[in-house]
C-alpha cells in the first residue's frame, strides 16, 4: 500500500504477472529506483513512500524461493529462479 512497492504496468502486463514473482532483472530495477524522485512524488501525493520497509519486505520473500521457482519476465515468459544470481540482487534490497 507504499508508493515504494507500486511499478507502472500496463493492463496486459498487470493482469499476466498477477501473483507471480518477478524476474531478478525486474527486481534490480525496481529496487534502483531513484529514491529522491520517489520521495518528491510522494510528498507531492501525500502518499507514505516506505521503500526502506518496501524493500525489507521482497528481500524476505525472494530469500526463502527455492531454486527452480518460476519468475515472471513478461506475458507468457517466465526465468527460473537461480540462487547464485539472487545473491547478486539481494544487496540491492537493503536500506537506501
Avoid at 507500486?6 to 532483472?25: E, P, Q, T
Amino acid at each position: 500500500d507504499a508508493l515504494g512497492n507500486l511499478v507502472l504496468a500496463d493492463r496486459r502486463c498487470n493482469n499476466a504477472k498477477r501473483d507471480h514473482y518477478a524476474d531478478l532483472d525486474l527486481l534490480a530495477r525496481w529496487a534502483g529506483r531513484p529514491a529522491q524522485v520517489l520521495g518528491q512524488v510522494a510528498d507531492a501525493a501525500g502518499w507514505p513512500l516506505q521503500l526502506t520497509r518496501s524493500k525489507q519486505v521482497a528481500r524476505g520473500l525472494y530469500a526463502h524461493l527455492p531454486s527452480g521457482t518460476p519468475l515472471w519476465q513478461q506475458p507468457g515468459v517466465f526465468s527460473v529462479l537461480d540462487r547464485a544470481r539472487l545473491l547478486d540482487v539481494l544487496p540491492l534490497l537493503e536500506e537506501s
